[in-house]
């Protein structure tokens, strides 16, 4: 049974930083495509950042660029999102996604961590 559990959500100032974890388990974790989404209240959920199996390569929304750092490990089968300079705009649920990337029906997501900016 696939697994994906995120951490590290929370209350923070803006301008603020949080570091965003997701374990999985139950998958061959660096055989998938790791990203971070979010999704704010009245809002679709959207795509923060993604990293390639072996972490080499990552993309980012535009929101985000500059301020924002995916990273894993593949011994701990973990990624994390490292969130620096928060802005209100930021707060959301941050979910985190698994996806093979060659059997696109093997996908799987966690339940979320939320993230509140605020003063």
């Known amino acids: 049974q696939v697994q994906l559990v995120e951490s590290g959500g929370g209350l923070v100032e803006p301008g603020g930083s949080l570091r965003l974890s997701c374990a999985a388990s139950?998958?061959?974790?660096?055989?998938?495509?790791m990203s971070w989404y979010r999704q704010a209240p009245g809002k679709e959920r959207e795509l923060v950042a993604s990293?390639?199996?072996?972490?080499?390569?990552?993309n980012y929304a535009d929101s985000v660029k500059g301020r924002f750092t995916i990273s894993r490990d593949n011994a701990k089968n973990t990624v994390y999102l490292q969130m620096n300079s928060l802005k209100p705009e930021d707060a959301a649920v941050y979910y985190c996604?698994?996806?093979?990337?060659?059997?696109?029906?093997?996908?799987?997501w966690g339940k979320g961590t939320l993230v509140t900016v605020s003063s």
């Open positions: 996604k698994a996806l093979h990337p060659h059997y696109s029906a093997m996908n799987y």
């Open positions: 139950g998958l061959t974790f660096n055989s998938y495509v």
């Open positions: 990293i390639t199996t072996a972490g080499g390569s990552s």
